[in-house]
């Protein structure tokens, strides 16, 4: 089983649609939770960064951790086709006494105009 | 703004030849790591440093080496290039816990490595 479970999508939404993206984990270890953005031959860009269970709200991104389901999720509000991108989630924390992050495939976002 | 650079940012060689994947970061960082990553696939660690003079082997077995004699930066050698190697690698560095940014992970923009 992996660590991190993530829908690979591809995801196609409208424009000025809410997008839900998930992803599960099962190491309770995992202590800092990010999302990142990556566009097509680039490196994944940060877009979210929470360490506590609860929401965290940047502009039209909401991020969500429930530690307690090992569930977290990214929201995308008002979607642009500038969205379209791979949305990585990706978990941090610390096991076998080494810190490490693990990562999920990615889900593919179009956002058609 | 995450200030890491990677170089070049596509590569094209023949099987056997000896090339180095070169990453900078200005923002002073201790770790510093090289992901590989296909299409579909989760992130794969394949060397990691925590600081000048340390560095070590991640997850997934490479053939790759690393070396770490300046901070900023963390050049990866492949010896021998394969088709097998064909791949996106990318480059990563964080600051330590206790800094205040908590292990936040930023990446270049990646090298394209095709092995004819």
């Known amino acids: 089983q992996k660590e991190v479970e993530q829908d690979p999508g591809p995801l196609s939404v409208p424009e000025g649609a809410i997008v839900s993206l998930n992803c599960t984990y099962s190491?309770?270890?995992?202590?800092?939770f990010m999302w990142y953005r990556q566009y097509s031959r680039k490196g994944p860009e940060l877009l979210m960064y929470?360490?506590?269970?609860g929401n965290k709200e940047d502009g039209r991104f909401t991020a969500q951790v429930d530690k307690s389901s090992k569930y977290i999720s990214l929201f995308i509000r008002d979607s642009q086709p500038s969205d379209s991108a791979t949305y990585l989630c990706?978990?941090?924390?610390?096991?076998?006494?080494?810190?490490?992050?693990?990562f999920g495939t990615g889900t593919r976002l179009k956002v058609l105009a | 703004e995450a200030d890491i650079y990677q170089t070049p940012r596509y590569l094209v060689i023949g099987t056997g030849k000896k090339i180095t994947l070169e990453c900078s970061q200005t923002?002073?960082?201790?770790?510093m790591y090289w992901y590989q990553q296909d299409p579909g696939m989760e992130l794969h660690l394949i060397h990691y440093?925590?600081?000048?003079?340390?560095?070590e082997k991640g997850d997934l077995s490479s053939e790759s080496t690393v070396s770490r004699i300046r901070t900023e930066h963390f050049p990866l050698t492949l010896e021998s290039a394969r088709p097998s190697h064909t791949s996106q690698y990318l480059c990563?560095?964080?600051?330590?816990?206790?800094?205040?940014?908590?292990?936040?992970?930023?990446f270049g923009s990646g090298t394209q490595l095709s092995v004819l």
């Open positions: 990563a560095s964080s600051e330590p816990r206790g800094r205040g940014t908590n292990e936040k992970l930023f």
């Open positions: 190491n309770s270890a995992f202590q800092y």
């Open positions: 929470t360490y506590s269970s």
């Open positions: 990706a978990m941090g924390g610390t096991t076998s006494g080494t810190y490490k992050y693990i």
């Open positions: 923002m002073g960082h201790d770790k």
């Open positions: 440093s925590y600081g000048v003079n340390s560095t």
